[in-house]
Nanobody
Framework: QVQIEEFEGGSVEAGSSLNLSCIVS????????MGWFRQASGKEREQVAY???????KYLDSVKDRFTISQDNAKKDLYLQMSSLKPEDTAMYYC????????????????WGQGTQVTVSS
């Protein structure tokens, strides 16, 4: 069974930085897509950023130039560097993986962590 754990969320002030980490155990695929999603209270879950097996990355427009997704290819760990945080970035952040990005974006045939809370105060 795949295990995914997210770390390093927290409460910060606007303009601050946070770095999220995601540790994946028992990785099931030879190659895959991994990504970060978030869900704010009362809102739908949205894709924040993902990275494909060839290193291609894609970001939500509102986080471009502020967030950076990266991956340790050997360990399959995933990271999200967040800077210039805004109150609207407040949400539960989830790490997820799937065999390809199409499945991940559809949230099908995918594995998810329990989430880590990020709270940004103004």
């Amino acid at each position: 069974q795949v295990q995914i754990e997210e770390f390093e969320g927290g409460s910060v002030e606007a303009g601050s930085s946070l770095n999220l980490s995601c540790i994946v155990s028992r990785y099931p695929w030879m190659s895959s897509c991994m990504g970060w999603f978030r869900q704010a209270s009362g809102k739908e879950r949205e894709q924040v950023a993902y990275i494909d097996s060839d290193g291609t990355t894609k970001y939500l427009d509102s986080v471009k130039d502020r967030f950076t997704i990266s991956q340790d290819n050997a360990k399959k760990d995933l990271y999200l560097q967040m800077s210039s945080l805004k109150p609207e970035d407040t949400a539960m952040y989830y790490c997820a993986t799937a065999g390809d990005c199409g499945w991940l974006l559809l949230r099908l045939h995918s594995y998810w962590g329990q989430g880590t809370q990020v709270t940004v105060s103004s």
